[in-house]
């Protein structure tokens, strides 16, 4: 083979260089609220860092759940990778339930590990299938999978402008994308800024343009201003309603999600899927069938996350950070201040005042640098906690002066 232009013989061509994984940009932060907070340097407290940068559940999941991984007696099978008939069964029933929406647990729903493995790999699978079309469209301030995806499909990623009250500007997407469009990624109620998407006019606009519809709904059973929504309510044709028990139930460390939709979706990815040897274990299948059928304590998850979001909501309006309380999710999007120097700023002033840490906006897109997300998944006594350190602080006189 000849080298290319500007190569030297024996060269070792560039490939695909991962980027820093998004939250270990936070590093230095962490270590900085460490050793004021846990080890009391420098005028702080042996209370501990309260890390409110991810969305990782810190309540218990249901025992009943627990006691049915414990029991299943399937550790020594293989699973399906379309996942067990029960396990299926489960969460058609809890779509039914929760979106009045029937699916085919047959033919229209399959089992994930866990949603971002997902998110993560759908764009390379579909371009196998349709090798014409390269081009993922996301949210341009989202959850950072969704382009990460596209890269490691060796698509193009395509930022969607989104609308002031919430969802896709999809009229803004351009004739050229358009035409290379593979995917359409929706996010509701949003990761990061809390606000809702319409996704019927979603479905729509796919089928129009002949563009399938990945909706991303894991915060659904968090949704606050009015009922939770799913794309499948127009119908399965064109699109793929993507959930998980990571948030519902607590069981962000069982990877335990599903796929539901289109069928002839539904069915290339399960074929391709288990080619690749994606299957939720055995144990976890038991167990996500007891949490699918249970709806009490996510109504109780429901309560904490509203206490936590109104708790904190209060707290940050008297330090000088007031933000909109959102219409879905548990994370409050904070914008900046004037005179802040930014969303990386802001997150050392809250890690060093109230040894909180959160993430600063700009790991969801260049549209995020002007805010931080707190996700409120810690128990009140740690928001608590941070109120007294942020309260005894000059952050409020800081922000009003800036």
Known sequence: ?????GAQAGDTPVGFAPPPYPYDRLTDLKANAIERFDRGG???DHGGVVDCSIGTPCDPPPASVLDAMARSDTERGYPTSQGSPAYRAAAAGWIRRRFGVSVDPDRELAACVGTKEFVASTAQYLRLRNPLRDTVLYPAVSYPTYAMGAALGGCRSVPVREL???????ASVAGADLERALLLWTNSP????????DLDAAARWGREHGVPVFSDECYAEFTWEGPPRTVLSSGVEGV?????LSKRSNLAGVRAGFYAGDPTLVGYLLDVRRHAGLMVAGPVQAGSVVAFDDDAHVLEQRRRYEERLGYLHGVLAKVGLP????AGGFYLWVPVPAGVGGGWELAGVLAHEGGLLVSPGGLYGPG???????AVVQPMERLELVAERLYRSALADTIRGS
Do not use: E
């Open 1 to 5: 083979m000849t080298a290319g232009p």
């Open 42 to 44: 420098a005028g702080g």
């Open 164 to 170: 002031a009250g919430g969802g896709l500007d999809l």
């Open 190 to 197: 949003s990761n990061p800024t809390g606000l809702l998407t």
């Open 240 to 244: 793929v309603a993507v959930h998980s």
């Open 323 to 326: 933000t909109a309380v959102p």
């Open 368 to 374: 995020g640098t002007g805010f931080v997300r707190i």
